[in-house]
């Protein structure tokens, strides 16, 4: 079959319907097209999930420009930084590997700084809520899908 034969059947048939019949057919044919497109668009599209959230500026702004440095799309909503779900874990092992981003709190941290000889005395003024205050710093970094997972559900 040629393409005269093809188009001369498509007309044929064509003639054969109502014009009510011509309509419903065209919308039913531009439904499908637009489903197909609208399905894969949507299957192309990263979900995005929270890195990290509520970072002071500068944190944020050296997360970003590490983000751009390895050309991962991340998205911001306010002060919450989303990257696609697929690289969350692996983004986050590679920033506290580089000790980012920095909390703005302070917690164990100040303990790196004091000398072997630290006394009750330096120590005890800095140690009443200090877990709790450790514990926010992390829930602030890391989010709150952090509860979860200290929780041990799933």
Do not use: C
């Amino acid at each position: 079959m040629n393409i005269e034969q093809f188009f001369a059947r498509l007309k044929a048939g064509a003639e054969a319907l109502s014009g009510k019949q011509l309509v419903s057919l065209a919308l039913a044919f531009l439904a499908v097209i637009g489903l197909t497109i609208g399905s894969a668009y949507w299957l192309n599209t990263p979900n995005y999930g929270v890195l990290f959230s509520d970072m002071d500026t500068e944190s944020a702004s050296a997360v970003v420009s590490k983000l751009k440095e390895q050309k991962v799309q991340y998205v911001i909503d306010g002060n919450t930084i989303r990257v696609p779900t697929t690289r969350i874990d692996e983004l986050r092992l590679e920033f506290a590997g580089q000790g980012m981003p920095g909390s703005g709190h302070i917690g164990f941290e100040i303990f790196d700084k004091t000398n072997l000889g630290m006394t009750d005395f330096v120590f005890k003024p800095h140690w009443p809520g200090l877990p709790h205050r450790e514990a926010m710093a992390q829930l602030e970094t890391f989010g709150t899908e952090v509860v979860p997972k200290l929780l041990g559900s799933r």
